[in-house]
């Protein structure tokens, strides 16, 4: 009997993460899935997946900026699986940092959840994904290439992600490919009511809307099981917004 193939996914409980999660599920995936805070909703979610198909999902827990976590979710998921096919690195912290309010705990906690925590959890998963010839996906940003006015850390720790994965795709050749989605305009930050702006960011966009957690979600699957010639590569998911500027 064949296994399934298995995915780890941060940040899994809402949004983006939890619309990865559904889409792999439903490709046929074993999941482990991470949260920091949110609890419930990665407990109920988990619940949705599992009526679905008992025993395949597995729930962690941890903040990603405590080193010794980050080991801990792979081993945690090699003890319940016994394989690891898949690094999805979706967890991201997001918010502005004004030049000259900036603090250095913003800049760990932007360079933890962006940049670190993708680098060692890849160093912990690489000789498992090594075995399974598996893949890695990183969720990387528009703001990776350019910047964003007041949120210059986290545009420095993405880009170090993008960075990350073109060098992880030369590292973990040819057993790991190693690929990025760098969505545009997919979900508004929660906290965020400033439509003229929303306004004027579709106005830039040639397909004229956002994109959908789904729209994500399959880019990420086809990297992981269709894109078999591709690796190092970021896939840009923005409408053509970078096409305007």
Request: aromatic fraction near 6%; proline fraction near 6%; include cysteine.
């Given at each position: ?59 962690l827990q941890a903040d990603l900026a405590e080193f010794d976590r980050l080991p801990e979710l ?172």
């Amino acid at each position: 009997m064949a296994h399934a193939p298995v995915a780890l996914v941060t940040g899994a409980a809402r949004r983006i993460g939890a619309a990865i999660a559904r889409r792999l599920h439903a490709a046929g995936y074993d999941l482990a899935l991470h949260c920091r805070r949110s609890r419930d909703e990665l407990a109920a979610l988990a619940d949705e997946l599992e009526r679905g198909r008992p025993g395949s999902v597995l729930t962690l827990q941890a903040d990603l900026a405590e080193f010794d976590r980050l080991p801990e979710l792979v081993a945690h998921t090699l003890g319940r699986f016994g394989r690891l096919d898949a690094l999805i690195n979706n967890a991201s912290a997001f918010y502005p940092t004004p030049l000259g309010t900036t603090t250095p705990a913003q800049w760990d906690e932007l360079f933890a959840s962006n940049a670190r925590a993708p680098f060692f959890l890849a160093q912990a998963a690489a000789p498992h994904l090594r075995a399974a010839r598996g893949a890695i996906v990183n969720l990387t940003d528009l703001y990776a290439e350019r910047p964003l006015r007041q949120h210059t850390v986290y545009c420095m720790a993405k880009a170090a992600l993008a960075m990350l994965t073109r060098s992880l795709a030369v590292e973990l050749a040819p057993e790991v490919r190693v690929n990025a989605v760098a969505p545009g305009a997919i979900l508004w930050p929660e906290d965020e009511d400033n439509t003229e702006a929303q306004k004027a960011m579709l106005a830039r966009t040639p397909l004229g809307r956002t994109g959908t957690p789904e729209e994500v979600a399959e880019a990420v699957r086809w990297l992981l099981q269709d894109a078999h010639y591709s690796t190092g590569q970021t896939l840009l998911l923005d409408g053509g917004r970078t096409l305007l500027g």
